[in-house]
């Protein structure tokens, strides 16, 4: 019963360097979703996917970008990391109507 | 633009009582409400949901309401319990046209004291 799955789960990057963030779920979900949180400001929404092929910009897209080429799988990646991007990703899939279902986290510090 | 918000960082409440945490929300094309409650450490998980088209629904010891005229909605957990204590999340839904994405407010901090 994995569900969602992110990796890694912590990772240290230097300001410059670029990373991509693993997200794959085995629930046979269309929707995919990246969120982002930082202390006092609750979720915000960077990208999501309705389906295979199909991407779409949340609320706070600048810096990073996804694909999704599978059902399964949706990758976040950061290009040029800046210390604006220190947070705690979550990756989150749903069916079409139904509620979220979120991943542990990946915690990444920009240093 | 916060158009969902959690204007209570933190609830404090003694173990039996009842715990009322509060969300306001600004955007009347909203269909669809969620609250979702978060563990140090680990990802946010489903506690309760309510429709638009109704303004209560109950889950055991967690009751959602929801006041549309007032756009509001708020969550009663009655007892309260230790392992209560987590951070609450309520989040919108912009409606099935957006893509199923859920808007969250900046989540209010319970803790339920023995």
């Known amino acids: 019963n994995a569900g969602v799955t992110q990796t890694p789960k912590f990772r240290i990057l230097k300001i410059g360097q670029s990373m991509t963030l693993q997200c794959t779920q085995d629930m046979n979900h269309n929707y995919m979703y990246w969120y982002r949180q930082d202390p006092g400001m609750g979720l915000k929404l960077i990208y999501y996917?309705?389906?295979?092929?199909?991407?779409d910009k949340g609320e706070v897209p600048n810096g990073y970008n996804v694909s999704r080429s599978t059902t399964e799988d949706f990758p976040l990646r950061l290009e040029l990391a800046a210390p604006s991007q220190t947070s705690v990703y979550f990756c989150a899939s749903s069916s079409s109507t139904g509620e979220l279902f979120f991943g542990e986290g990946s915690r990444l510090t920009v240093l | 633009d916060q158009q969902v918000k959690q204007n209570s960082p933190s609830l404090s409440v003694q173990e039996g009582r009842i715990s009322i945490l509060n969300c306001d929300y600004t955007?009347?094309?909203?269909?669809?409400f969620l609250w979702y409650k978060k563990y140090p450490a680990e990802g946010p998980t489903f506690l309760i949901s309510i429709s638009s088209i109704k303004d209560k629904n109950e889950d055991g010891r967690f009751t959602v309401f929801l006041n549309k005229s007032a756009k509001h909605l708020s969550l009663h957990i009655v007892p309260s319990q230790p392992g209560d204590s987590a951070v609450y999340f309520c989040a919108a839904r912009g409606g099935y046209n957006q893509g199923g994405k859920l808007i969250f407010g900046q989540g209010t901090e319970l803790s339920v004291k023995p």
């Open positions: 955007n009347s094309m909203f269909d669809y």
């Open positions: 996917s309705v389906g295979a092929g199909i991407t």
